[in-house]
């Protein structure tokens, strides 16, 4: 019933403004992090093409906003199946972007497409209110109606699901988009507009600028400032969010942040340790540890310390196969890019100075050019970079700790919020720490948690606003209260 691509196929490198594949004067490479070989040059956007697209999105939504969620509905149901149809492709397309290992691809690819699935379904759940009245001659109601243009900003992790994630639940809503790609990652998103066309999308109601790094603080500051745009959503680095923030200011828009975190994994010794290995390494290492909910301290009691070290250890040399990330059974491809290990390197180097010890790896890989081996440190302690900043690579880091109430005290010891996971098999702890952790989302003997049923963000400086679930629809949506005489 749908067409199916090759990968190649998906190497859209124009804009995609109204509709339409648009060249622009300049454009940019993007490279593949594996082979460090250049999969293309696509359209550098500027700020002048962005306040194009927003004059188109704000067209877009005159009319956009008056269809019925059914009629935006049978869209995005479309537009989920044909990313399935295409899974293979679009995973490629990851895999050649980002270096994340295809199987893993395919997973982002299948979550991706249910965000536009579940989307489809939701839109026709966004119910308002008939309230109690206190007044004898006053009827009172609320409904729900689409906030309007909203401008999106994504990473490179995730260059799928960010954007369905966030499209998907404005599109439902009833709103209109002009969104950013990473700049890493532009052809994923490209991909995206292309099946947009055959779900049947109208024009205007999808706008995607790619565009240098150069070019970014200039596109991102038209969006953010524009009194046409009423909501910016953004997932990325927690100083990149608060330059958005301050810019979104003066037009007081909505702003919904996704932004790091320092998730904190606690193995309480009633765990089963096993287990929280198990899921330690999921949580972990996939991805090589870029997503923003991997473990990023390791908290264990000191009873199970020394077991749960010999276990990783061992699931760490068993389970994690590096090499090129397009070969299925490979686990562990190249970061993101140089930079990416240097971050590394420096948090390693300042670890071990500190007294960290290198149980496994500590070095560069075989994965390409900026490929970096799984490493586990432990002797761990507050003082270090890996437990202050967000490592987004593959350094476990492990702190031994001695009682409940002193890990709580170090796992909020942070301004950061997003994501906590803790292993404990004593109920009434159960309830005890996940009610006290500061966080959005709390893993409990869990180390995988996100689906789009679920309401996804951060407390303290990991964001605002939530993303997937109804909550997630509503972020793009404004209550309108209305009040009847009789
Ligand atoms: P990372 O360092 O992981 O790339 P960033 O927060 O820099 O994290 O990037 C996330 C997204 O934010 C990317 O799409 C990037 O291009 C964009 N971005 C970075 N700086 C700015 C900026 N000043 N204004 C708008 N967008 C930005």
Redesign the pocket.
């Known amino acids: 019933r749908y067409t199916s691509y090759k990968m190649e196929s998906f190497l859209c490198n124009q804009a995609f403004i109204n509709g339409k594949f648009q060249s622009v004067s300049e454009t940019f490479p993007v490279l593949n992090p594996f082979t460090d070989k250049k999969l293309g040059d696509v359209a550098n956007c500027t700020a002048s093409d962005a306040v194009q697209a927003i004059e188109v999105a704000a067209e877009a939504f005159k009319t956009w906003k008056k269809t019925t969620p059914k009629e935006r509905a049978t869209v995005l149901r479309k537009w989920s199946e044909l990313m399935i149809k295409n899974k293979q492709a679009l995973a490629e397309l990851i895999t050649a972007e980002n270096g994340k290992p295809v199987a893993e691809s395919i997973g982002e690819i299948n979550y991706a497409a249910y965000f536009f699935e579940w989307c489809a379904e939701e839109a026709k759940r966004t119910y308002g209110k008939t309230i109690p009245t206190p007044f004898p001659n006053k009827r009172l109601m609320s409904i729900k109606q689409p906030i309007g243009v909203t401008g999106m900003?994504?990473?490179?992790?995730f260059p799928s699901a960010m954007i369905t994630r966030k499209a998907g639940a404005a599109i439902a809503a009833g709103c209109t988009v002009v969104l950013?790609?990473?700049?890493?990652t532009p052809y994923s998103a490209l991909a995206l507009a292309k099946l947009s066309l055959e779900a049947g999308l109208p024009p205007g109601v999808l706008n995607i600028l790619p565009c240098s790094?150069e070019n970014?603080?200039a596109?991102?500051?038209v969006i953010c400032e524009s009194p046409k745009v009423a909501a910016i959503s953004?997932?990325?680095?927690t100083?990149?969010?608060k330059?958005?923030l301050k810019q979104s200011a003066n037009t007081v828009k909505k702003v919904l942040l996704e932004l790091g975190g320092l998730a904190p994994f606690i193995v309480f010794e009633s765990a089963d340790v096993e287990n929280a290995v198990k899921h330690a390494m999921a949580c972990k290492f996939r991805y090589m540890g870029q997503t923003c909910v991997c473990a990023n301290r390791i908290f264990v009691q000191e009873s199970v310390h020394d077991e749960f070290v010999s276990k990783f250890v061992a699931a760490m040399k068993k389970e994690l196969k590096m090499g090129d990330p397009m070969v299925n059974g490979n686990t562990f491809g190249p970061l993101i890019n140089e930079k990416a290990v240097l971050k590394v390197e420096d948090q390693l180097a300042d670890a071990v100075k500190l007294g960290a010890k290198i149980e496994v790896g500590g070095k560069r890989g075989q994965a390409g050019k900026s490929s970096f081996e799984p490493t586990l440190l432990t002797n761990v302690t507050s003082e270090m970079k890996c437990f202050n900043f967000e490592t987004?690579g593959p350094i476990a880091s492990i702190r031994k700790f001695k009682t409940e109430e002193e890990v709580l005290a170090l796992a909020n010891d942070t301004r950061s919020g997003l994501a906590g996971y803790f292993f404990s098999n004593d109920v009434s702890q159960c309830f005890r720490v996940a009610e006290e952790i500061e966080v959005g989302m709390i893993g409990i003997n869990e180390g995988i948690f996100s689906t789009a049923e679920a309401p996804f963000g951060g407390v303290k400086e990991s964001g605002l606003g939530r993303e997937g679930s109804s909550d997630g629809l509503d972020e793009f949506m404004e209550i309108k209260y209305m009040c009847w005489a009789v």
Do not use: Y
């Open positions: 900003i994504t990473p490179w992790n950013k790609p990473s700049e890493d790094r970014t603080p596109v991102g500051q953004f997932t990325g680095s100083a990149t969010g330059i958005l987004f």
